[in-house]
């Protein structure tokens, strides 16, 4: 069993910071990627951020500059630190990790139950 469990979401004004975390726990043998998309109702879901194992990390091209996504793995977390935030940003981010349980297994795509942030104008 694997729970990934997102915080840090809430309102904020425009031009405003927040950092969301995301930790996943429960039977993992290796995490390989971990990313953040986000939803607005009504629309597809959007990659947003990803860092692999490596350390290597990409966005979309409208969170460049403004987003950054690191982690922690000895504590199997990621993390998406949002400055100069704006109204558009504005969605239910989810944290998804593509990670195996076991050796020999392959890897599966796991995902959080969503944060909600709201950037006001």
Known sequence: QVQLVESGGGLVQAG?????SCAASGSIFSI???????????KQ???????????????????????????????NTVYLQMNSLKPED????????????HRGLPVRDYWGQGTQVTVSS
């Open 90 to 101: 504005t969605a239910v981010y989810y944290c998804n990790a593509r990670l195996s349980t």
């Open 32 to 42: 390989n990627a971990m990313d953040w998309y986000r939803q607005d109702p009504g």
């Open 16 to 20: 405003g910071s927040l950092r969301l």
């Open 45 to 75: 879901r959007e990659f947003v951020a990803g860092i692999t194992s490596g350390d290597s990390t990409n966005y979309v091209d409208s969170v460049k500059g403004r987003f950054t996504i690191s982690r922690d793995n000895a504590k």
